[in-house]
């Protein structure tokens, strides 16, 4: 059966969108293409403008990636439609030539609108459900009669941003009721042009183009625009509606009562209606659904999405997602931000007195003075002021409209947050519902495309099959109720009356004074005897002596490895034992009643029975990534080395005889040894761990463009690290160099096989200094021998050292080392440092950060002796002292695998 597609286009504020949905799978695949509306003459104050030819070349670049990205052919794509940002103007002449076209933040029609709410702003918020601003439709037209007269003459149409790239894509002229009742000039109560209005106001009824339903087919798709969006001409071609209602249909939001916020670059807040609500205040917005006999409800927390790009790019100017790294930020954070207080970017939506977007943040220096990484809880502060403004204009629609709120969805750009998900849960104390394509507005736009194709019957039955399931953010009760306060001194704060000003100076001097805001707490006074067997380096020996007795004895420099009755004789009396090669088996310290905790300096601690330390109340810290620095160094080496092809290079000199001199060497070497640099390379990282992360700093400090697939790593928490997160066949598609870090799990044994290296380019190389066990060593070889890779770098083989006449040696594309990534003389003083750390947290009453029995060293009170076991735990820890505990053999486990 043939594959069937339906394409959304999205206009939006900085950006265009295309999203391909498989109708079978629910599939969704999408590619961007950034824009600008520059300013207008300098003659025309506030205004700016809308280039048509540049949205509609940008749209069609993104067309053709999001095609190849969803593996969709042309005739399968059948339906279309487009969407746009609300209070786009265009103005065309009869042939559908643009006279005028302006974003929603031109604002030239100043004037106009103020004089439109003085002399009519009430009755035109009762007839259309807006008050008057200088963005709307009904005085941006009156400023081009006045101030551009030549223009006026020619106009012959005047629609949204959206519907003019549909008249270009299949010649018909129409908008639809949720842009139109944008326009100051369409009736609120039903889907008509208001007709009085556009007399009284003097404009030509020749502007105003017929109103369909979102979901008509209005025509099809034109050779000249299927060639340029790589579709099929005939394609069906659907009216769209606004960004925001048709995001509505893309997160589900239908329903009488139902309420969604479409967070993009703005936060409008929005409550479906079944009949238009009474607000002689004139504080929200009210207009059509792109349902037919839904209404909406708006209260916009502002602009929302440019609030973060700002701050972001101010933090993290040098990250490629600084917005998502700003978000993993604020998420390391608390509740409260420690006292921090941001008001920046919010608003409480009043259409009457609209006001430019400002704020503030309320700090002291004194707060979380000793955490190093203190920007997290401005970061927070942020994101939790925008939550505010979102809760504060949900409250505010919910009392004008009257209707019972139970749950929030959350659709646009920041529903790819979880974080943000549960933050704003939490502030609401309302459930938040994301679905998984967080592009809901050009999903809404393909859902119209399906109606207009007739797989679905009505937007309704296109809404409940592309939507997707919901996935739910359920508050949480203790967080809710810290925010409950925080909410009520933010508002306080906003309003900028005298007692919220007073009551932000005495928060901010409790949490000043108060000790959790130094995150810091008093090492025990107890100093437990430290025996350190591990091979560590003097300023991790000077943090231990700080914390207990220490008695050093490198195993390598005693030559020994303690285990059993050796193991029982040297730690009587100590209570802290950091090993990293000797045998800490059940049987051995079932007979240590003095030993409270065990730390390995390794990352897989296979030298130490966990579960019978367990059973004994002993945490066991370990030391994951003490080799990453050295492992990450040497990736990035071998990516220099493949690069300036320094194998070769080397050989040709040694190799060929020459003399001093001798020109003939180097003109050798010009042509076949010319590099490459890493500069503006893409750097593909599979796995993210402690050594892809190190790999990626190193990378971007050549100037490379990262990027990772890791599943189970959050897209912000990468993003924090400068990498942008991508799926693994994208990685291997777009990487100049593939560099393994991942793990040996079922999942990732094989996982570079003959049909994923058939993906790389064929100038990519490909590094691996993790496991072999990821790779396919036969598969790599037939790769290099078939030309379909530039080159590799191995420091893992299937059979380790391999043999001198291994395949994959003797290649000058080839660098290969016998399993040293991690033997450094530095990796002593990074397992001390983690250890140290960790053991002074533990012994702080802190939580440690790698423990590997979470629960044994939360539980952990070192003022207290250890606990006697019962008959249960005697009996197990003699199963396991009978069993066959840890060998010598499993300190090469992790090695081998």
Same mark, same amino acid.
């Given at each position: 059966?043939?594959?069937?597609?339906?394409?959304?286009?999205?206009?939006?504020?900085?950006?265009?969108?295309?999203?391909?949905?498989?109708?079978?799978?629910?599939?969704?695949?999408?590619?961007?293409?950034?824009?600008?509306?520059?300013?207008?003459?300098?003659?025309?104050?506030?205004?700016?403008?809308?280039?048509?030819?540049?949205?509609?070349?940008?749209?069609?670049?993104?067309?053709?990636?999001?095609?190849?990205?969803?593996?969709?052919?042309?005739?399968?794509?059948?339906?279309?439609?487009?969407?746009?940002?609300?209070?786009?103007?265009?103005?065309?002449?009869?042939?559908?030539?643009?006279?005028?076209?302006?974003?929603?933040?031109?604002?030239?029609?100043?004037?106009?609108?103020?004089?439109?709410?003085?002399?009519?702003?009430?009755?035109?918020?009762?007839?259309?459900?807006?008050?008057?601003?200088?963005?709307?439709?009904?005085?941006?037209?009156?400023?081009?009669?006045?101030?551009?007269?030549?223009?006026?003459?020619?106009?012959?149409?005047?629609?949204?941003?959206?519907?003019?790239?549909?008249?270009?894509?299949?010649?018909?002229?129409?908008?639809?009721?949720?842009?139109?009742?944008?326009?100051?000039?369409?009736?609120?109560?039903?889907?008509?042009?208001?007709?009085?209005?556009?007399?009284?106001?003097?404009?030509?009824?020749?502007?105003?183009?017929?109103?369909?339903?979102?979901?008509?087919?209005?025509?099809?798709?034109?050779?000249?625009?299927?060639?340029?969006?790589?579709?099929?001409?005939?394609?069906?071609?659907?009216?769209?509606?606004?960004?925001?209602?048709?995001?509505?249909?893309?997160?589900?939001?239908?329903?009488?009562?139902?309420?969604?916020?479409?967070?993009?670059?703005?936060?409008?807040?929005?409550?479906?209606?079944?009949?238009?609500?009474?607000?002689?205040?004139?504080?929200?917005?009210?207009?059509?659904?792109?349902?037919?006999?839904?209404?909406?409800?708006?209260?916009?927390?502002?602009?929302?999405?440019?609030?973060?790009?700002?701050?972001?790019?101010?933090?993290?100017?040098?990250?490629?997602?600084?917005?998502?790294?700003?978000?993993?930020?604020?998420?390391?954070?608390?509740?409260?931000?420690?006292?921090?207080?941001?008001?920046?970017?919010?608003?409480?939506?009043?259409?009457?007195?609209?006001?430019?977007?400002?704020?503030?943040?309320?700090?002291?220096?004194?707060?979380?003075?000793?955490?190093?990484?203190?920007?997290?809880?401005?970061?927070? $502060? @942020?994101? &939790?002021? #925008?939550?505010?403004?979102? %809760?504060?204009? +949900?409250?505010?629609?919910?009392?004008?409209? *009257? =209707?019972?709120?139970?749950?929030?969805?959350?659709?646009?750009?920041?529903?790819?947050?979880?974080?943000?998900?549960?933050?704003?849960?939490?502030?609401?104390?309302?459930?938040?519902?994301?679905?998984?394509?967080?592009?809901?507005?050009?999903?809404?736009?393909?859902?119209?495309?399906?109606?207009?194709?007739?797989?679905?019957?009505?937007?309704?039955?296109?809404?409940?099959?592309?939507?997707?399931?919901?996935?739910?953010?359920?508050?949480?009760?203790?967080?809710? $109720? @810290?925010? &409950?306060? #925080?909410?009520?001194?933010? %508002?306080?704060? +906003?309003?900028?009356?005298?007692?919220?000003? *007073? =009551?932000?100076?005495?928060?901010?001097?409790?949490?000043?004074?108060?000790?959790?805001?130094?995150?810091?707490?008093?090492?025990?006074?107890?100093?437990?005897?430290?025996?350190?067997?591990?091979?560590?380096?003097?300023?991790?020996?000077?943090?231990?002596?700080?914390?207990?007795?220490?008695?050093?004895?490198?195993?390598?420099?005693?030559?020994?490895?303690?285990?059993?009755?050796?193991?029982?004789?040297?730690?009587?009396?100590?209570?802290?034992?950091?090993?990293?090669?000797?045998?800490?088996?059940?049987?051995?310290?079932?007979?240590?009643?003095?030993?409270?905790?065990?730390?390995?300096?390794?990352?897989?601690?296979?030298?130490?029975?966990?579960?019978?330390?367990?059973?004994?109340?002993?945490?066991?810290?370990?030391?994951?990534?003490?080799?990453?620095?050295?492992?990450?160094?040497?990736?990035?080496?071998?990516?220099?080395?493949?690069?300036?092809?320094?194998?070769?290079?080397?050989?040709?000199?040694?190799?060929?005889?020459?003399?001093?001199?001798?020109?003939?060497?180097?003109?050798?070497?010009?042509?076949?040894?010319?590099?490459?640099?890493?500069?503006?390379?893409?750097?593909?990282?599979?796995?993210?761990?402690?050594?892809?992360?190190?790999?990626?700093?190193?990378?971007?400090?050549?100037?490379?463009?990262?990027?990772?697939?890791?599943?189970?790593?959050?897209?912000?928490?990468?993003?924090?690290?400068?990498?942008?997160?991508?799926?693994?066949?994208?990685?291997?598609?777009?990487?100049?160099?593939?560099?393994?870090?991942?793990?040996?799990?079922?999942?990732?044994?094989?996982?570079?096989?003959?049909?994923?290296?058939?993906?790389?380019?064929?100038?990519?190389?490909?590094?691996?200094?993790?496991?072999?066990?990821?790779?396919?060593?036969?598969?790599?070889?037939?790769?290099?021998?078939?030309?379909?890779?530039?080159?590799?770098?191995?420091?893992?083989?299937?059979?380790?050292?391999?043999?001198?006449?291994?395949?994959?040696?003797?290649?000058?594309?080839?660098?290969?080392?016998?399993?040293?990534?991690?033997?450094?003389?530095?990796?002593?003083?990074?397992?001390?440092?983690?250890?140290?750390?960790?053991?002074?947290?533990?012994?702080?009453?802190?939580?440690?950060?790698?423990?590997?029995?979470?629960?044994?060293?939360?539980?952990?009170?070192?003022?207290?002796?250890?606990?006697?076991?019962?008959?249960?735990?005697?009996?197990?820890?003699?199963?396991?002292?009978?069993?066959?505990?840890?060998?010598?053999?499993?300190?090469?486990?992790?090695?081998?695998?």
């Amino acid at each position: 059966m043939p594959k069937r597609f339906l394409m959304g286009l999205d206009i939006g504020g900085g950006s265009g969108r295309a999203l391909v949905v498989d109708l079978d799978s629910g599939a969704v695949a999408t590619a961007t293409r950034p824009w600008r509306f520059p300013a207008a003459d300098s003659a025309i104050p506030m205004g700016f403008d809308a280039d048509l030819d540049t949205l509609w070349q940008q749209l069609g670049a993104a067309s053709h990636e999001a095609l190849e990205r969803a593996g969709a052919a042309a005739p399968e794509v059948i339906g279309v439609a487009v969407t746009s940002m609300r209070f786009g103007l265009v103005v065309a002449d009869a042939q559908g030539n643009p006279l005028y076209a302006g974003p929603n933040r031109d604002a030239r029609a100043i004037a106009e609108a103020l004089k439109l709410a003085a002399d009519h702003g009430d009755a035109l918020n009762t007839d259309t459900g807006h008050f008057p601003m200088s963005v709307m439709a009904a005085p941006r037209l009156q400023w081009l009669a006045r101030n551009a007269p030549e223009t006026w003459e020619q106009s012959a149409v005047a629609y949204s941003l959206n519907d003019a790239i549909t008249h270009r894509l299949c010649g018909a002229i129409a908008t639809d009721a949720s842009q139109a009742g944008e326009t100051l000039l369409c009736e609120l109560e039903r889907r008509h042009w208001a007709w009085e209005w556009i007399d009284r106001l003097e404009l030509p009824h020749r502007l105003f183009p017929r109103i369909a339903p979102a979901g008509e087919c209005l025509g099809e798709l034109t050779a000249d625009a299927a060639a340029h969006f790589g579709l099929a001409a005939g394609t069906p071609v659907a009216q769209g509606g606004a960004d925001t209602q048709s995001g509505l249909l893309g997160v589900g939001a239908l329903e009488n009562g139902s309420a969604a916020v479409i967070a993009g670059t703005t936060a409008p807040v929005e409550i479906v209606l079944d009949r238009p609500a009474e607000d002689p205040a004139a504080r929200c917005w009210q207009g059509h659904h792109l349902v037919d006999g839904r209404w909406v409800i708006e209260s916009s927390a502002g602009p929302v999405g440019e609030v973060l790009e700002w701050l972001a790019g101010a933090l993290h100017p040098d990250l490629p997602q600084p917005v998502a790294a700003l978000l993993a930020e604020a998420d390391q954070s608390i509740p409260g931000a420690s006292g921090i207080l941001s008001t920046l970017g919010a608003q409480i939506m009043d259409a009457r007195a609209p006001s430019l977007p400002s704020g503030s943040i309320s700090l002291s220096h004194l707060l979380a003075r000793d955490d190093p990484a203190r920007r997290r809880h401005l970061a927070r $502060a @942020v994101v &939790e002021g #925008l939550a505010y403004g979102i %809760r504060g204009n +949900l409250q505010q629609a919910r009392e004008i409209s *009257e =209707r019972e709120v139970t749950a929030l969805a959350l659709g646009g750009g920041l529903s790819r947050s979880a974080s943000f998900a549960q933050l704003l849960a939490d502030v609401c104390g309302l459930p938040v519902e994301t679905r998984t394509a967080s592009e809901s507005s050009a999903l809404g736009a393909a859902i119209c495309a399906g109606v207009a194709a007739e797989v679905f019957g009505d937007l309704a039955q296109g809404s409940q099959q592309l939507s997707g399931e919901a996935h739910r953010f359920e508050p949480d009760a203790e967080r809710t $109720a @810290v925010y &409950e306060e #925080l909410h009520t001194h933010w %508002r306080l704060q +906003l309003d900028g009356e005298a007692p919220g000003r *007073e =009551r932000a100076m005495s928060r901010l001097a409790g949490a000043a004074l108060s000790p959790a805001s130094a995150e810091t707490t008093s090492v025990s006074a107890t100093r437990p005897r430290i025996l350190v067997t591990a091979t560590v380096d003097e300023t991790s020996l000077d943090a231990l002596r700080e914390l207990g007795d220490v008695e050093y004895a490198s195993y390598r420099d005693a030559g020994r490895l303690l285990k059993d009755d050796s193991l029982v004789e040297a730690l009587a009396g100590f209570e802290v034992f950091v090993t990293e090669i000797d045998l800490v088996s059940a049987a051995a310290v079932s007979q240590l009643p003095d030993l409270r905790v065990v730390a390995s300096c390794r990352g897989n601690a296979v030298n130490v029975d966990v579960e019978a330390c367990s059973l004994l109340g002993i945490p066991v810290l370990n030391a994951p990534g003490r080799n990453a620095d050295a492992v990450a160094d040497l990736a990035v080496v071998m990516m220099g080395m493949l690069a300036r092809k320094l194998r070769a290079s080397s050989g040709l000199l040694e190799s060929t005889p020459h003399d001093p001199g001798d020109m003939r060497i180097l003109a050798t070497a010009f042509g076949p040894l010319r590099g490459r640099e890493l500069w503006n390379k893409t750097v593909g990282l599979v796995g993210m761990g402690a050594v892809g992360r190190g790999v990626a700093r190193r990378a971007r400090a050549f100037g490379a463009r990262v990027i990772a697939f890791d599943p189970y790593l959050d897209p912000e928490r990468v993003a924090l690290d400068g990498v942008e997160s991508v799926d693994l066949n994208s990685l291997l598609r777009s990487s100049d160099f593939v560099s393994l870090h991942a793990p040996v799990t079922d999942e990732t044994t094989g996982m570079i096989g003959a049909a994923e290296l058939a993906l790389l380019k064929p100038d990519a190389y490909l590094i691996n200094t993790a496991r072999p066990a990821l790779l396919d060593e036969a598969a790599l070889v037939e790769a290099l021998d078939g030309e379909r890779l530039a080159g590799a770098a191995l420091d893992v083989f299937d059979a380790e050292p391999p043999g001198s006449d291994h395949p994959l040696l003797n290649r000058d594309n080839v660098i290969a080392t016998p399993h040293v990534g991690g033997n450094t003389a530095e990796v002593a003083a990074h397992q001390g440092q983690i250890i140290a750390e960790d053991l002074g947290r533990l012994l702080r009453g802190e939580m440690p950060r790698h423990a590997l029995d979470p629960k044994i060293a939360e539980a952990f009170d070192g003022s207290r002796p250890r606990p006697q076991p019962d008959a249960a735990i005697r009996e197990r820890l003699a199963e396991l002292a009978t069993g066959p505990g840890p060998s010598t053999s499993d300190l090469n486990q992790k090695r081998r695998s």
